[in-house]
């Protein structure tokens, strides 16, 4: 893993067949992801396969994309070698339904991304669709629509995902692919995974897997796919994976780009939080990559080249909670404070303990900064204006450990109520998180294993009546929660409310919180069956809990 965690930052690059619709079915817009276009549009194979005679990328330049990658500050990419679709984008002898047969190009595009990511010193991956195939036999997602389709299992392992899987392993050199990709295991048994990884076993033992092959196999990293974990993954190497408009595969219409500066924010909180970032370009037809993300890709490698320091083989930061001002990763007994919101009045507050030898602005080395001790770990003087408006970084030098204070516990207000948002939030688990909408909520509650605590204290030991305020999709609603401050708890059903981000209140049981330096507070999801194979827990935008008043008698 090595190299992969001094990577930190990649290309994904879906490309395929569903470029030539391009989001578009007999004239009319299909909603979702470009490349998932045959499925949604239940489009039958024999008409789905015509586009491959329009898919002539003659403008594909393997050096120009490598160099955009390069140009980025990525060090590795990943392709996809073949798509749900089926579609591969190599000369494979195990299906005609690939690039080199099947389109006017008659090309293997894999073999010149090969050459010239050797040449560049960049890393290569395929990404291969293991279980699903539409057109080759393999497992369809929400059934099969075309008769056309239907086909045994282990007669498309045999003849089509093997040997092929052999087919990239073995065409492209002795390094590449440095990683295998998969995909959506559908119908992917622990004994036919065991025949995928076998191959791998046997011709590119030391090559990178993700956790996707499926039937129990866990890989070398964990996969979050268009989010960042709140946690990241402790302990383990994970990559998350995302869009830069709404689609991996080429969609004309979709104009939905996020900024350079969220894109270089993502980067920064990815690593701050011990993971990598593979970011997906969707190229055309004619085998370009979409201006829009070529301008996104230069800012990006425009800032990489100033601040990667900040990023490449770093490692979680000091914060036990993100800071609201930015993120923060270390390397090489140095902490790199990476700050999204420049303070107005010049004065970062570094809720760290430990001494710091010094502090500069990456950007400016050879102008120490002002370290004055502050209320909860220490204050740097900033000179304004800040060097770059998505994320200027600051080196700390400490003398010894720096480490976080614990989180202090929340307390009442004045009146005697205690409100406990998302923020304040300690988020266990990986898919649970903060979203910043709507007022911010505690969102995609989609793992029974994930749970919010939070952390009180109270001047005196009582009973508390708590309301719960939240949303839940109306398909959603019906799993039950647990509220636990030690003994005492109360568990309640989620009921529907007209949507995911419109929150109600409920009134749930008391409560007793007892007098203690930190009384903690769980919230923890009982899921109906199936509810994750479609939805989520309930959306948490806070618990408000107040002082029950005292029975007549309880002196
Ligand atoms: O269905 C695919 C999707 O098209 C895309 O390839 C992403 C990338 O991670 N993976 C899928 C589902 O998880």
Known sequence: MAWWREAKFGMFIHWGVYAVPAGYYKGKPVKGNGEWLMNNGKIPMAEYQLFAKEFNPVKFD???WVQIAKD???????ITSKHHDGFAMFDSKASDWNIVKATPYGRDPLKDLAAACRAAGIKLGFYYSQGQDWNNGGAASHGKWDKAQDHDMDDYLDKVALPQVREILTNYGANTPAIVWWDTPADITPARAARLNALIKEL???LITNNRLGGGFHGDTETPEQFIPANGFPGKDWETCMTMNGTWGFKRDDQAWKSPEQLIRNLCDVASKGGNYLLNVGPSA???IPQPSIERLEAVGAWMKANGEAIYGSQVGPFKRTPAWGRATRKGGKVYLMVFDWPADGVLHVPLQGKVAKAWLLAKPDAALEIATGQTGFDLKLPGPPPDRAASVIVLQPEGDLTAPPIPPVTPAAEGTITLTPKDAEIVGSRLRVVDEAGGYLGHWTSRKDFAKWD????????YTVTLEYGCRPDDAGSAFTLAAGKSRQ???????KGAQDFR?????PIKLEKSERQGISLKAIPKPDLYSHGS?????ALVLTPAPEPANSH
């Open 491 to 497: 568990s309640g059903t989620v009921q529907a409310t």
């Open 286 to 288: 004619e085998g370009e």
């Open 537 to 541: 827990l309930m959306n948490v935008h």
């Open 505 to 509: 209140s409920i009134a749930l049981g």
């Open 456 to 463: 009180v204290q109270v001047p005196k030991t009582g009973l």
């Open 204 to 206: 590119k033992p030391d």
């Open 62 to 64: 393997a050096e120009r």
């Open 72 to 78: 980025a500050g990525m060090k590795y990419i990943v």
